[in-house]
């Protein structure tokens, strides 16, 4: 089982609209996420970072559930501009590194 | 600019040949990594520095050799091209803890036939 999770979609919604992600993951000893944005043929970049208590930036609002092993992000009033693929990433830290995971991504599209 | 520059952007080589992905950052971070990423597959890690003077083996090393030349760059060598090494390359690099996540480079979109 892959340790990151995501629904590749891809996700076709009309501007304006709300749209959620969901993310699994399975190893509890995971011990921060993030959310990364990538754009067609280009490089991820780091959207935001997901914690307990929830975190918003904006439009964009990430949750984390320890418990249900799963992080999700929200975007409201979704833009043309939020086009792009959603990366869930989970990080751990061994071996005297600090490793980032990778989700396969999820794709959305905004719709004029 | 700062950031993570890679070289070269494009490369196309044949099956047998050899090459170097060039690999620089200027955040002063301790640790380095190179990513590769196929359709369908997501970003699979191939090798890490944790810090100058250190390399390991992620994912999938198999084919590939790298160097930590100093805290500033780190570079990925093919000894000898697949075609299943076709691939988008990508270096990126964090501080230790990476509370910052990890800053990527544009990537190399390497062809091998």
């Known amino acids: 089982r892959k340790e990151v999770e995501q629904d590749p979609g891809p996700f076709n919604v009309p501007e304006g609209a709300t749209v959620a992600f969901n993310c699994t993951y399975s190893n509890s000893a995971s011990q921060s996420f993030f959310w990364y944005r990538q754009d067609c043929r280009k490089e991820p970049k780091l959207l935001m970072s997901v914690y307990s208590s929830g975190n918003e930036d904006g439009r964009f609002t990430a949750q984390l559930n320890r418990a249900s092993q799963y992080i999700s992000l929200l975007i409201r009033d979704s833009k043309l501009s939020d086009s792009a693929t959603y990366l869930c990433v989970r990080s751990y830290s061994g071996a005297g590194s600090y490793q980032l995971t990778f989700g396969k991504g999820t794709k959305l599209s905004v719709i004029p | 600019n700062a950031g993570v520059t890679q070289t070269p952007k494009f490369q196309v080589l044949k099956t047998g040949q050899s090459m170097t992905l060039q690999c620089a950052q200027d955040m002063n971070h301790n640790s380095m990594y190179w990513y590769r990423q196929d359709p369908g597959m997501g970003l699979r890690l191939i090798y890490y520095?944790?810090?100058?003077?250190?390399?390991d083996k992620g994912e999938v090393p198999n084919g590939y050799n790298v160097s930590r030349l100093n805290k500033r760059e780190f570079s990925l060598r093919l000894e000898s091209a697949a075609p299943s090494q076709t691939s988008v390359y990508f270096c990126a690099s964090s501080s230790w803890g990476g509370a910052g996540g990890y800053t990527f480079g544009s990537g190399t979109r390497l062809t091998v036939v």
């Open positions: 520095s944790a810090s100058e003077g250190t390399t």
